[in-house]
Every structure is written in C-alpha cells, then in structure tokens.
C-alpha cells in the first residue's frame, strides 16, 4: 500500500504519505484559528476572516487528502453526490433561515 491504487469499483485508496500530509495540514490549519483568537493582535474582524479561511481550507484538505475526491474519472460520481448534498444542504439552511425570519417578521 506504498501507492495510491483504484481497484475495480473505482473507490480510491490512499498511501500512508498522503494520510500523514492530510493530517498534518489538519493540525496545521486547526493550530491557525486558535493562534489567531489567543494573539489578540489582529482585529475581529481579521481574526474571523482567518478562522473561516482556515475552515474552508480544511475542507478542501479533508475531501482531497481523506475522502480522496479530486478531478480523476473514477471519483467523479462522489465528487456529484457530495454537490448534490450541499445543493440539499443549502436548500435546508436556507430555507429555514427564510421561515425563521418570516416568523421573526410575523410576530413583531
């Protein structure tokens, strides 16, 4: 398991190499946020652009490093289903967002 492989029904399989700089990335985009909150030199909101910077990277660490998504014929089909999820997701927040508002509105 020296190599990354993809075996036949096209789930893809990381090296040892890939896992540890998966997880050291992790360590180093989650020791950012709490760098930037304890320093207490930047300004708010500078130190909530960093977290939420640091936080989508991480994401993006995690799918690629973890869940193995990337631009490959074989991963394509994940990388539709997890849009297909934050489509849902979206419509979810979203819309409960619009009727916890509406409500908000309604009862003022």
Wanted: glycine share 8%; net charge positive.
């Amino acid at each position: 398991m020296s190599q990354a492989s993809i075996d036949s029904t096209g789930v893809s399989r990381g090296s040892l190499k890939s896992y540890l700089i998966g997880f050291v990335l992790s360590l180093i985009l989650t020791t950012i946020p709490f760098a930037l909150v304890l320093s207490g030199t930047w300004s708010s909101s500078a130190i909530i652009a960093g977290i939420f910077s640091a936080g989508i990277v991480q994401i993006l660490v995690h799918l690629h490093y973890f869940l193995h998504l990337d631009s490959s014929s074989a991963a394509r089909w994940n990388v539709i289903a997890l849009i297909f999820t934050l489509l849902i997701m979206a419509l979810f927040v979203g819309g409960t967002l619009w009727i916890m508002s509406s409500l908000n509105y309604r009862m003022m």
